[in-house]
Structure formats: C-alpha cells, structure tokens
C-alpha cells in the first residue's frame, strides 16, 4: 500500500510539471490554433537560465531558498522575452498563412533555440549545485521531499492564478474574446496582438517556472531536456482536450500518474511466470520473465497519445468541435 | 574592353586572394624552413574518437587529450620511420557517443586515411565502427570500450587497452557481494550496449553467489526521472542496487534512491565512477562502490601523470592513461615494423608487449588485454577513493595493493612503474 501511494506522490510530481508545461501549449492553441513546439525549449532555457544564477550564487552564502528565488526572478522575465519574441517574429508574420506553415515554423524555433542553447551552455550535463537541504516526510507510508510538496504547491497556486486571470480580469475576458472570434473582438476593440503577445508571455513564464521546478528537482539540465519533456506535456494537453487550461491541468497529473504507476507495475504485471506461462528454465527457484519492463515509461504518455486521438480527439475535458484537435 | 574588365576584376582577386593568403599564415612560413632542411619526412595521421559534446564530452576530451600527449611525444622525439623523420598528426572527431554518428565518423577517418585509430570512447560507438575499421583493414585501439562484444566480432584489428565488463561485472559484483552481503539485488540498467553489458555479468556473478536479483529494470541514457523504479526496488526490499549507466543519468538515480529513504547500496560501474557523481548527486554520493577496468589514475605511470597536468592543466579523469597507452602502442607497432602501413605494422602490434602508463601490456588472440587490473572505489568526503584491487579474480585492499607495489616509493602515483619492476 506505501508503495502504491508513493508511486502516487511520484506520479504527481512529474504530472504537476507536465501541466505547467501543458497549460502553454493549451493557451497558446485556444487562443490562435498554433501548437507551439518550440514551447519545450521555453522550459529549457528557464532551467538554464536558472542554473546559471543558481550555480554563481550557491557559494555566496545566501539561504538556498532564496537563491532559488533569484534563480526563478531571473528565468520568469528571460523566458518570457523569448516567448514575447518567438510570437513577434516568427509567428506574427504568419497569422493569415495557412496552418501548416506556423507549424512549420513552430518546430524550426525550436530547432533554433536547442541548438542557440547548446552554444550558449554547452552540451554537457550540467548539474545544479545541491543547495536544497534534503527533507523528507512520510505521509500514509510514503516519503515525501520538501521540494516535491513545494512543486505541488506551486503548480496548484499557478493554476488558480491562471484562472482567476482568464475569467475575473479584462485580459482574461479579451484573452477569451480573441480565441472565440478574433475578428469580431478586434471590432469590439480588443487590441488582439497585444492579447495574443499577453498570452505567449504568460505561457512562457510559466514555462519558466517549470523549467526551473524541473532542473532543482532533479538537479541536473541540458540542451536537449526541453523536447521530450515538451512532447510529453502536449501529450498531457492533448488529453485533457487542447485548448482547454483545466483540461491541461487535469491531462498533466493524470499523465504523471500513469506513467509513475505504469513504471512501477507494468514488469509485475507482464511477469509471465506469475501466470505460469513463462519458461521453466528462467521460472524455476522464484525466477522472472518479464515482457515488458520499465524502459517501458517513456511509451506510456505516447500511447496515450494515441489512445485519445483515436476514441476521443477533443481530449477529456475539450468540446467536440470538429476541426480542432 | 570586355575582356580587359574580366582580366581586371580577376587580377583584383587574385591580388586580394594572395594577400589573404600571407596575412593568415605567418607561423607555418617561419617554421617550413626548418622542416625542409633534415631529411624527408612523413606524414602519419592517426585518428581519435570520443564524445567530445553531449552529456560525457569531459570523458571523449580527457580520452583525447590521453592520445594527444602520445603523439606530441612522439613528434618530441623524432622518431624515424623507413629513414624519414615521422610526423605524426592527430585527427580528432567527435561521434557524440552515437553508434549513427559514430560509424559516419569512421568512414570519414578511413577517407583520410590514417594510419591506426584510437578509440572510441563508448561500447556502443566502438562496436559498429570496428566493422568499418576491420574492412579498411585499420588497427584501433580502445582505451575504454569495456563491452566484451568489441573483441569477439573475430576482426583482427581491433584491441583494447582496458578491462572488458565481463571481468569488470564479476568485479564489482563479487566485492559487493564479498563486503556487503545483500540478500537482494536490484539491477538497473540504461538500455545501452555498454549498461546491458555490464548490467548482465554483474546478475550472473551474483546468481552464481546465490544472491537473489529481481527483473531487470531499465531506464534510457537520457533518463531523468527514475522515482517509478526505485520505489519499486524499495518496495521489493532490496538491499543492494547496481545500475549499469553513466555518471548523468546515474548522479540523479542516486539521488533519488536516497530522497525514498532507500537504505541499499549503490553500486556502479566504470561509466558512473567519476567525480563528478557528488556534483550530480550530493551528499547521496557518498557511500557508493564503483569498479574501473584497469587502475586508478592517479595510479598510473608519474611521468604521465606529471605530463598530462603540464600540458592540460587539469588532472586526468578516467581513461586518458589508457587512450595514451594505445597511442603509444601503435606508433612503437610502427617503429618496429619501420613502417606507417597498417598490413606491415598490424602483426608488430598484436606481438605488442609494451610498458605503459597502464603497466605492461601484451594482447591474447582476440585483442583483448592480458591480465588486466579491476579497480573498485567507494566515495568518501566527495573525492573517489580506490578500496580494492582485483585482479585474476583475486581482491586486494588498495593500501595493501601500493604497500605492494612500491615498498620504498610512499606516495600513490610512483607505485606502477615500481611494481612493473618488482614482477619482471
């Protein structure tokens, strides 16, 4: 059973990121149809970004916390000109292309800022300096890091505060005028660049701040650490219906969820020789035979993937609107 | 008139061309004299590979800069070859530890046709570039390739300077299980040719010590995330886990294990038995065991090291003593055989038997090393301290290895060459 709700705790963890990351691919899609690819190397450059600020304060004596904090103060606004830029000149150009151009471009952004962070950090493991001191609690059995209570806490706090900005503020309500009708909201006088702007940026930030959640938690970043942590969380929006932020939130802890219990469960379950099937000779004297392993972790969020695009393509909180999705 | 134009504008080019020309190479023109004045001499290219970008670069550099030292060395000492003055040069290329990128690699070195390669750096590089190398018919030699695959391909060619994981697993495995005596192994793994590798000897010795090893688990070489697992390893109570990866993804397994309250041992092999592991994985790191085919090196030959931090820098940090060696060992094959022809030098070098930075070296048939020394560490404060010595299946404690070794000589580098003498 502490198995079990460790395994829980696990998978929530890595889905609290998923969904932050999650919530920029949701926000930019419902607002202008673009899935932005290029949003897994926001996150990157949040981690970078912090751990360049984290390693040269860690020897200066100030209290972990803090430096973590400066560390994000610095990611937050880095990331969020990069997203503010990426929309200016890469996608803005392309407002009235066609779809698939945008897309196109989507992923050369990304292909650019890999490779402009490769140059920039180098594409060495870089590993953050272990300021955080370890503490741990135990809750029904399971053992619980005082970072992995924060990451929760902090990814519940930015999702109220991502939907008290949608529907209690002016943004919100001209963010949401724009993704119903931008033509008919820019007649109502809603200035939709600066709306659609408002939105990269926000989305960036948040990527920022997952980014950085990402590189303390397990302590080491690289270059290349944004596209399949991007892939995943797109795979989490997907779920939980792209377009739609609770269904971001939902889709990235439900991920996190199944991927950490299908890690942990998969070999025991696909372990022939429970069911007496395997081969004697690897059976005998309490022996496995394991089908599937753990390797087996990464496929999961992919086959979900799948799995909602086939049955339900407008995810598990999104409408059914045709050509969305 | 037309045609005059032409003429112009190409005169201006070729004025600009030339001037180009001077401005960019005043060193070479200084130093041509001097090599036109002794006796012809030739040119002898031999290739090194290694990561020297992604997540091991430091290892691909450290091993490079291993074969580097060799041939500057070399070219010190002006070694005659078929009566010219042999000029050795060194072609670095990176495979970003990529079995894809790292067989383009060694089509491109075979293209550029050097003499003899040094390297690569990963098993799972070595192995599909040793085909390409055995067809051109070019001598290569790993200084860290552990996988023992590499050499039983049957190609003639290829040798290594270190330990294969086959001597490298039981190693490890049979200290842990000597010292430790866990009931229950959890191995891990990182999907590669090298963690399988070392991740599958490691489960036979300890089967064969009657210590029981749950399924395999694996992971990826980019893994980061490896809660899922480890709970289960703690849910199965284990009390030892070995995992067969490298220091980056193996720093974060680390300190996750600990982060879970996992009380077992931490075992490593050779690609996660580095310094930097306490980078990666804090405190956690300290505590763990670790195995490195060959010895330390810090224990290798003194004038290696003495050269190395002269010319780098920095001290070296796994393999570079090895990678040295197999330069050397190839321009010695080629002196001997007074040719820079792999057909010609290729038997001189199988006959090698040669003393290194690493001790003395000889190959049996199939290219591997004799007699090669398992080095097994543990880390203490941070640092990687050498506990044990293994070798033909005998453990030593290290202190008692270099009270060995060097009975007059105290501090720890002077203590190979010492030993050499003792045996011979």
Known sequence: ?325 | MKNSKLALTLLAAAIGLMGCGEEKKPAPKAEAPKEAAPPPSIEIKIGHVGPLTGGIAHLGKDNENGARLAIEEANAAKIKIDGKEAKFTLVAEDDQADPKVGTTVAQKLVDAKVAGIVGHLNSGTTIPASAIYNQAGLPVITGSATNPKLTEQGFKVVFRTVGRDDQQGPAIASYLADTKKPKLVAVIDDATAYGEGIANEVEKTLKAANIKVLPREKGTDKTTDWKAILTKVKGKKADAVFYGGMDATGGPLLKQGRELGLKAVFSFGDGACTDDMTKLAGAAADGLLCSQAGLPPQAADKKFLDAYKKKFNVEPILYAPFTYDGANLLIEAMKKANSADPVKYLPELAKSNYKGATGQISFDDKGDRKDAEMTIFTMKDGKLAPIAIIKSGKTTDYAEFMKMAAPVAAPAPAAEPAKEAAKQ
């Not at chain 1, 890091?145 to 806490?153: D, H, S």
């Not at chain 1, 939980?240 to 269904?247: E, R, Y």
């Open chain 1, 1 to 325: 059973m502490d198995i079990f709700v460790q395994q829980i705790i696990n998978g929530l963890t890595l889905g609290a990121v998923y969904a932050i990351v999650a919530l920029g691919y949701t926000m930019v899609y419902g607002i202008i149809q673009l899935i932005n690819f290029a949003h897994g190397e926001v996150v990157m450059i949040g981690a970078m970004v912090a751990f360049t600020v984290i390693n040269a304060l860690a020897a200066a004596g100030l209290p972990p916390l803090a430096v973590v904090l400066i560390g994000a103060g610095c990611a937050i606004p880095v990331c969020m000109l990069v997203g503010y830029a990426m929309e200016r000149m890469a996608y803005r150009p392309l407002r009235s292309a066609p779809r698939l151009a945008p897309l196109i471009t989507a992923i050369g952004v990304s292909i650019i800022l890999q490779h402009l962070a490769m140059l920039v950090w180098s594409r060495n493991v870089l590993a953050f300096p272990q300021i955080i001191p370890l503490t741990t609690y135990t809750f029904l059995g399971a053992t619980i890091t005082g970072v992995q209570i924060t990451i929760l806490g902090l990814c519940l706090a930015m999702m109220a505060g991502l939907a008290l900005l949608v529907y209690r503020t002016r943004l919100g309500t001209a963010m949401r005028a724009t993704a119903q009708n931008p033509q008919v909201a820019r007649l109502m006088g809603v200035d939709v660049n600066r709306v659609i702007a408002a939105t990269f940026i926000i989305g960036a930030g948040l990527g920022a701040v997952a980014g950085v959640m990402v590189g303390t938690y397990y302590g080491v970043a690289q270059y290349t650490m944004g596209s399949v942590l991007g892939l995943k969380a797109f795979a989490a929006a997907v779920l939980g219906g792209i377009g739609n932020i609770p269904g971001a939130m939902v889709g990235g802890l439900l991920l996190g969820v199944v991927e950490a219990l299908g890690a942990g469960y998969i070999g025991d379950l696909t372990d022939l020789c429970r069911y007496g099937l395997g081969p004697a000779a690897s059976c005998a004297d309490g022996g496995h035979f394991v089908l599937f392993g753990s390797n087996y972790q990464d496929v999961f969020a992919f086959v979900v993937l799948i799995l909602v695009l086939v049955f339900r393509p407008s995810g598990l909180l999104g409408e059914r609107v045709g050509d969305r999705a």
